[in-house]
């Protein structure tokens, strides 16, 4: 991939089964002790996150956009889009500024404690660009509260208890 003149390696999510994911990338020697520091402390944590196993053998330490730089200072395509849903790309000036912003004010406002005002904003910005009739919202921190909350409403709106998951899908596995 080449990007503004210079060349530009891929990392992401490469082809492989459903049961064993892969990551793609452009190996290079200069994190082979890395490679041996991950193998000796995560060995034993392997079985309770798999994942370490697939992981890649670059150390990331800085993003911008749709890039990332190593510590050795080599510039990657980050494809793998990430738990954080970086759909804005790493380190977009609005969502920076937002985070500043919202750190300054209040770090964590429990949403099961009490309701907070950024909250309120957004509910107030989504009833005028949802459809007519919804008119009711929950929030999570993650695609896994989200799936849980999903099966709750769903069982109770049903009164059924049966749930369909799919093999190897990340939620509901």
Same mark, same amino acid.
């Given at each position: #991939?080449?990007?503004?003149?210079?060349?530009?390696?891929?990392?992401?999510?490469? /082809?492989?089964?459903?049961?064993?994911?892969?990551?793609?990338?452009?190996?290079?020697?200069?994190?082979?002790?890395?490679?041996?520091?991950?193998?000796?402390?995560?060995?034993?944590?392997?079985?309770?996150?798999?994942?370490?196993?697939? /992981?890649?053998?670059?150390?990331?330490?800085?993003?911008?956009?749709?890039?990332?730089?190593?510590?050795?200072?080599?510039?990657?395509?980050?494809?793998?889009?990430?738990?954080?849903?970086?759909?804005?790309?790493?380190?977009?000036?609005?969502?920076?500024?937002?985070?500043?912003? @919202?750190?300054?004010?209040?770090?964590?406002? @429990? @949403?099961?404690?009490?309701?907070?005002?950024?909250?309120?904003?957004?509910?107030?910005? #989504?009833?005028?660009?949802?459809?007519?009739? #919804?008119?009711?919202?929950?929030?999570?921190?993650?695609?896994?509260?989200?799936?849980?909350?999903?099966?709750?409403?769903?069982? @109770?709106?049903?009164?059924?208890?049966?749930?369909?998951?799919?093999?190897?899908?990340?939620?509901?596995?």
């Amino acid at each position: #991939l080449k990007t503004a003149g210079s060349s530009v390696s891929c990392v992401g999510p490469g /082809l492989g089964t459903v049961h064993e994911p892969r990551i793609m990338l452009c190996r290079g020697s200069s994190f082979a002790p890395l490679i041996r520091f991950r193998t000796r402390t995560f060995a034993s944590e392997t079985r309770i996150f798999p994942a370490v196993k697939r /992981l890649s053998d670059i150390v990331v330490e800085e993003g911008k956009g749709c890039e990332v730089w190593t510590t050795d200072g080599k510039r990657y395509f980050d494809a793998t889009s990430g738990i954080g849903v970086l759909s804005t790309g790493h380190c977009h000036p609005t969502v920076v500024k937002a985070v500043r912003e @919202q750190a300054g004010k209040i770090s964590h406002a @429990q @949403q099961s404690c009490y309701f907070n005002s950024t909250v309120n904003k957004l509910v107030e910005r #989504l009833r005028h660009v949802v459809p007519a009739g #919804l008119d009711s919202f929950f929030f999570t921190n993650s695609g896994a509260e989200a799936v849980e909350a999903a099966l709750k409403l769903a069982r @109770q709106a049903t009164g059924r208890d049966t749930i369909v998951a799919f093999l190897g899908g990340y939620h509901g596995r």
